[in-house]
């Protein structure tokens, strides 16, 4: 391949907080003056500069705030979102043209290692092909179910039921500098085509040839899995789930399968985190959303809301011994008296209805307050 930017004098390493699927697929630099094929040794030393700790880092808080969003979105239309980490090796892409001989897949904003939807969908039907133990015709009805056809080649006549989102990561990852040295490359190749051949037999006559290639290792990705509209009913999605982790932890994803990269398990702990988040916005979103109705509320409905919103504070089966109750107590008898003379028989009934649940979950009236309480409570009934 030709340089994108001849003549561009490019930097000869990346900053921290630079692009690197742009740096690895648009600024190699290492060609010789005469722009044709490229030496090992060049190759090695540039692949060099695309090595980092920790990539992603400079822009964590963001990577966790999309995973929190995903997560959220996901669920509000009826599907999950799920971490899983990656327990070696992992790399896709290394079919795209490139200089190393071997490319790599970036996402194209977040600049970081990513799984395409289409790889991840395409892992769950190899599942179902290769490892369902059902019968025939249960495997045919999931695959026709899921993903519109029983076979690949078939022209889909519906849509599958499931959406696939790309796999993205939510944490920062390394990446690694890989190389394969074989000695006897054309026999693997052609040996069985063409035997007999010097060339074409292994012998410790032939000269190395590395292959080189990036890899990422400790990378986490968030997998999205949604219904499609109108079939959230039809489809089971924690047998869909079952199949991922079954693929992702038995063949692996992304390329070099089959000498153990990309192998994923499901991360606990990072999902606890990601859930922790999502709980702890919709809470901020809940109380400031709380906040501006009471502000927003006549009198007396905010009168309710405060009382409301107080008793929720308390602890369970307050006792009336507690200090907490003096203050309760002040704030009933405000409430009770500004909506006895200024609310509607419905907002009455309204404030009776939030005093009387909170009197059989929140607080208890001792003896000696029983009839004050009562009375208290005598205009709400009228």
């Given at each position: 391949?030709?340089?994108?930017?001849?003549?561009?004098?490019?930097?000869?390493?990346?900053?921290?907080?630079?692009?690197?699927?742009?740096?690895?697929?648009?600024?190699?630099?290492?060609?010789?003056?005469?722009?044709?094929?490229?030496?090992?040794?060049?190759?090695?030393?540039?692949?060099?500069?695309?090595?980092?700790?920790?990539?992603?880092?400079?822009?964590?808080?963001?990577?966790?705030?999309?995973?929190?969003?995903?997560?959220?979105?996901?669920?509000?239309?009826?599907?999950?979102?799920?971490?899983?980490?990656?327990?070696?090796?992992?790399?896709?892409?290394?079919?795209?043209?490139?200089?190393?001989?071997?490319?790599?897949?970036?996402?194209?904003?977040?600049?970081?290692?990513?799984?395409?939807?289409?790889?991840?969908?395409?892992?769950?039907?190899?599942?179902?092909?290769?490892?369902?133990?059902d019968s025939e015709?249960?495997?045919?009805?999931?695959?026709k179910l899921?993903?519109?056809?029983?076979?690949?080649?078939?022209?889909?006549?519906?849509?599958?039921?499931?959406?696939?989102?790309?796999?993205?990561?939510?944490?920062?990852?390394?990446?690694?500098?890989?190389?394969?040295?074989?000695?006897?490359?054309?026999?693997?190749?052609?040996?069985?085509?063409?035997?007999?051949?010097?060339?074409?037999?292994?012998?410790?006559?032939?000269?190395?040839?590395?292959?080189?290639?990036?890899?990422?290792?400790?990378?986490?990705?968030?997998?999205?899995?949604?219904?499609?509209?109108?079939?959230?009913?039809?489809?089971?999605?924690?047998?869909?789930?079952?199949?991922?982790?079954?693929?992702?932890?038995?063949?692996?994803?992304?390329?070099?399968?089959?000498?153990?990269?990309?192998?994923?398990?499901?991360?606990?702990?990072?999902?606890?985190?990601?859930?922790?988040?999502?709980?702890?916005?919709?809470?901020?979103?809940?109380?400031?959303?709380?906040?501006?109705?009471?502000?927003?509320?006549?009198?007396?409905?905010?009168?309710?809301?405060?009382?409301?919103?107080?008793?929720?504070?308390?602890?369970?089966?307050?006792?009336?011994?507690?200090?907490?109750?003096?203050?309760?107590?002040?704030?009933?008898?405000?409430?009770?008296?500004?909506?006895?003379?200024?609310?509607?028989?419905?907002?009455?009934?309204?404030?009776?209805?939030?005093?009387?649940?909170?009197?059989?979950?929140?607080?208890?009236?001792?003896?000696?307050?029983?009839?004050?309480?009562?009375?208290?409570?005598?205009?709400?009934?009228?």
């Open positions: 391949m030709l340089p994108l930017y001849k003549g561009l004098h490019a930097p000869s390493r990346p900053d921290s907080g630079a692009h690197m699927g742009l740096w690895f697929e648009r600024y190699f630099s290492a060609y010789p003056p005469e722009f044709d094929s490229v030496d090992e040794t060049a190759r090695g030393e540039w692949l060099k500069t695309c090595v980092r700790q920790q990539y992603g880092g400079t822009f964590l808080s963001r990577l966790q705030d999309k995973a929190v969003r995903t997560l959220d979105m996901a669920r509000s239309f009826g599907g999950d979102a799920r971490i899983f980490h990656c327990a070696g090796r992992f790399v896709t892409g290394t079919g795209n043209a490139h200089p190393l001989e071997n490319g790599f897949t970036w996402h194209h904003s977040l600049g970081m290692p990513y799984l395409p939807g289409s790889a991840v969908k395409g892992l769950v039907r190899a599942v179902i092909e290769t490892a369902l133990d015709a249960e495997r045919k009805r999931l695959l899921w993903f519109g056809t029983e076979a690949k080649g078939d022209v889909a006549e519906q849509a599958g039921a499931l959406i696939f989102l790309d796999a993205l990561p939510v944490a920062p990852c390394d990446l690694k500098a890989e190389v394969l040295t074989p000695h006897m490359g054309k026999w693997y190749e052609k040996g069985g085509k063409d035997p007999m051949q010097p060339n074409t037999m292994p012998g410790d006559w032939h000269s190395p040839v590395p292959v080189l290639w990036l890899a990422a290792s400790n990378l986490q990705l968030q997998f999205t899995i949604l219904p499609r509209a109108g079939m959230q009913d039809a489809v089971k999605l924690d047998e869909v789930w079952a199949a991922l982790e079954y693929g992702l932890g038995k063949l692996g994803a992304g390329a070099k399968t089959a000498i153990g990269y990309g192998l994923f398990e499901f991360d606990s702990g990072l999902q606890s985190s990601v859930q922790r988040k999502l709980d702890s916005q919709r809470e901020e979103l809940a109380a400031a959303q709380q906040q501006q109705a009471m502000e927003d509320a006549p009198p007396v409905q905010r009168s309710i809301l405060q009382l409301q919103a107080h008793l929720a504070t308390l602890p369970d089966n307050m006792p009336a011994s507690d200090a907490r109750f003096t203050e309760l107590w002040q704030m009933l008898s405000d409430s009770i008296a500004l909506v006895s003379s200024q609310g509607s028989t419905e907002e009455k009934a309204e404030l009776l209805a939030v005093i009387k649940a909170g009197e059989k979950q929140k607080f208890s009236i001792s003896k000696k307050k029983e009839k004050d309480y009562k009375a208290m409570l005598t205009p709400l009934r009228t």
